[in-house]
Antibody, heavy 118, light 106 residues
Framework: QVQLQQWGAGLVKPSETLSLTCAVY????????WSWIRQPPGKGLEWIGE???????NYNPSLKSRVTISVDTSKKQFSLNLRSVIAADTAVYYC????????????WGQGTLVTVSS | DIQMTQSPSSLSASVGDRVTITCRAS??????LNWYQQKPGKAPKLLIY???NLQSGVPSRFSGSGSGTDFTLTISSLQPEDVATYSC?????????FGPGTKVDI
């Protein structure tokens, strides 16, 4: 059974860096893309970006200048760094597994509410 | 970016009703369309991938159809546990974009 477990700071000050990590348990790590998706309170879902086991990334252009997604294949973990955060970055952040072929997110982490506030 | 729209934004139906939600893409995405169900305080759950493929473990009352720019999610017989928000997502071009969601109530 595949499980994604994520962690990171729930409160980040404006202009600082949001950092989250997601560990993958079960299943193949190398066969999939791994992504981050966020959801501001009361709003819809926004795709942030994805990475595969070899470090190949795709980012949302709206966040590309501030986002880095990295991978540690030996630990079966991947991470999100979002720099220079503002209040509008307040959201629940999810890590997900991109399913093979069609890119749907078939497994999700539990979500982390990150609040940007001083 | 590919823009995704959904209709209606919300609906209320009775147990046993047939419910249909539509999703439209701003350009052709062939069949790269996925549907998710989200209950309050929970992570989204994949229901349908590639327009019409039922994800493992999802009840057969859920079905999807469409191709190109127009897609439909159907719940054949609405159950109380189906109260949730349903969102479509295109995975044809990055950034993969979501529709705004349809809230389903009983």
């Amino acid at each position: 059974q595949v499980q994604l477990q994520q962690w990171g700071a729930g409160l980040v000050k404006p202009s600082e860096t949001l950092s989250l990590t997601c560990a993958v348990y079960g299943g193949s790590f190398s066969a999939y893309y791994w992504s981050w998706i966020r959801q501001p309170p009361g709003k819809g879902l926004e795709w942030i970006g994805e990475i595969n086991h070899s470090g190949s990334t795709n980012y949302n252009p709206s966040l590309k200048s501030r986002v880095t997604i990295s991978v540690d294949t030996s630990k079966k973990q991947f991470s999100l760094n979002l720099r220079s955060v503002i209040a509008a970055d307040t959201a629940v952040y999810y890590c997900t597994r991109g399913g093979d072929g069609y890119g749907a997110s078939d497994y999700w982490g539990q979500g982390t509410l990150v609040t940007v506030s001083s | 970016d590919i823009q995704m729209t959904q209709s209606p934004s919300s609906l209320s139906a009775s147990v046993g009703d047939r419910v249909t939600i539509t999703c439209r893409a701003s350009q052709s995405i062939t069949r790269y369309l996925n549907w998710y169900q989200q209950k309050p305080g929970k992570a989204p759950k994949l229901l349908i991938y590639a327009a019409s493929n039922l994800q493992s473990g999802v009840p057969s009352r859920f079905s999807g159809s469409g191709s190109g720019t127009d897609f439909t999610l159907t719940i054949s017989s609405l159950q109380p546990e189906d109260v949730a928000t349903y969102s479509c997502q295109q995975s044809f071009f990055t950034p993969f974009t979501f529709g705004p969601g349809t809230k389903v109530d009983i």
